[in-house]
Nanobody
Framework: QVGLMESGGGSVQARGSLRLSCSFS?????????MAWFRRGPDEPGERVAN???????TYADHVKGRFTISKDTASKTLYLQMNNVEAVDSDKYYC???????????????????WGQGTQVTVSS
């Protein structure tokens, strides 16, 4: 189902900031579900960057801890990824995803996420 739409990608210089947004207003959900940001990585899409569970538990990939912040605004149905102090290695295509069958925790593997956005490109120049 088409339900997620990312925005906010673009070009930024190293040590700069960028905020990605993901609208999930088109999703018909009766309850909160796990939502996450992935990046393409060597496999498409492969690497989980951050996720937020229905209970609000948050997990980050080690290489973004302390730099990236995931948040969710339920009222506006928007998921965010605040990217601070970005590095060249952060350059990639970022995807928003929802695991609608998971109501208690967030799965790790991308194949457990059943709704995806089209992705937004982030390019960091040094």
């Amino acid at each position: 189902q088409v339900g997620l739409m990312e925005s906010g990608g673009g070009s930024v210089q190293a040590r700069g900031s960028l905020r990605l947004s993901c609208s999930f207003s088109n999703l018909s959900l009766r309850r909160d579900v796990c939502m996450a940001w992935f990046r393409r990585g060597p496999d498409e899409p492969g690497e989980r960057v951050a996720n937020i569970s229905p209970t609000g538990a948050i997990t980050y990939a080690d290489h973004v801890k302390g730099r990236f912040t995931i948040s969710k605004d339920t009222a506006s149905k928007t998921l965010y990824l605040q990217m601070n102090n970005v590095e060249a290695v952060d350059s990639d295509k970022y995807y928003c995803a929802a695991a609608t069958k998971y109501i208690d925790y967030c799965p790790v593997r991308p194949y457990n996420y059943d709704v995806w956005g089209q992705g937004t490109q982030v390019t960091v120049s040094s």
